[in-house]
């Protein structure tokens, strides 16, 4: 069975677009679900998860109608992969039941953990040097540990020239404004300011 999965994350979006790029692509069984993104539960993709079964496909329009985030995708399409149900996003042209589908899909995966990795390594060099300094460093008390890991995520994507476009897909992120603000908080720190200098 192919099964199709569609949402959308805030007021304003409508589902027609999503669909009829599904319905070009051809399914069994549409599932959607109409709830914002801040909110964790999905009752479609809940649906959508009880009818897979071995053997199956999963078909959405983009990556990020599937995932909350990068890390939650790659969760989410390995445990597809262990149930051997197949998985195809149509914007990334990815499809799992292909070697080439596979290799693209891991290519994403790779780059995910790289560049979390890479913020780890850039956010303790900075701290390290802004100790050294006397000065303090960490997560400001206005923003939340949700809205802290986009911002460094935000930061490295941008700094490894990525379109702003790719980094509010990849992220989830609704509004450029909000990506912009994200970046010129990170830059605005003194631990970064301090991996500027010694890059």
Known sequence: MRIAYARISSVGQNLEGQIDALKKEGYDKLITDTITGTKKSRIGLDAVFERLMSGDTLIVYRLDRLGRSMAHLIEIINDLAKKEI??????????????????????????????????????????????????????????SKEAEAKAKSCYSLHKSKRPISEIMTTLSIGSKATIYKYIREIESRPEYQENLKLA
């Open 86 to 143: 197949h998985f195809i996003s149509l914007s990334e042209k990815i499809d799992t039941s292909t070697a080439s589908g596979m290799f693209m899909f891991n290519m994403f995966a790779a780059i995910a953990d790289f560049e979390r990795n890479l913020i780890i390594e850039r956010t303790m060099v900075g701290l390290e040097a802004a100790r050294a300094r006397g000065r303090k460093g960490g997560r400001p008390k206005g923003m």
